[in-house]
């Protein structure tokens, strides 16, 4: 019984733990109840979960007029609202995206930016690239100004 306490201890010390660590990308901690920071977060988390979860609407709804995709080198440049949806469309029937996830950010009053790592699937093998996503504040809305993968 003695080693079943210590257990469930350690148990909750690791869940709460791992808990804590899921924002140490987010660095700005100055605003923790200023709503326009907690959609900059949210943003970044709808994106990462598209990609995660192949949700092209989870990306697609943050876009402006335009917005600049650079994946893998390939056709790096400014690209229209339908135009860089077939792009990522494509992107991600080609590579299975396993996991995407930040590890560092900065936010101020009209852009924000997160660096972080997207891992993909292709002929088996597991492959880690940088990720790049930058956005705007437009009125009163966050916007995709550029993804990068590379």
Known sequence: MHKKSYFIFFFLIILTLNAFSQDK?????KYPN???????????ENIASGFKNYNIDRITRYFDSEVYLDLLGFDAGYYSVNQAE???????????????YYV??????????????CVYTRNSTNIKINASISLKYKETNWYLEQIILN
């Open 104 to 117: 560092k950010s900065f936010v101020n009053v009209n852009s924000a930016f997160a660096i972080g790592y």
């Open 34 to 44: 200023n709503i326009k920071y907690k959609e900059c977060k949210l943003t970044f």
């Open 25 to 29: 990308w987010w660095n700005d901690k």
């Open 86 to 100: 077939q792009i990522l469309i494509d992107f991600l029937d080609y590579f299975s995206i396993i996991n995407f």
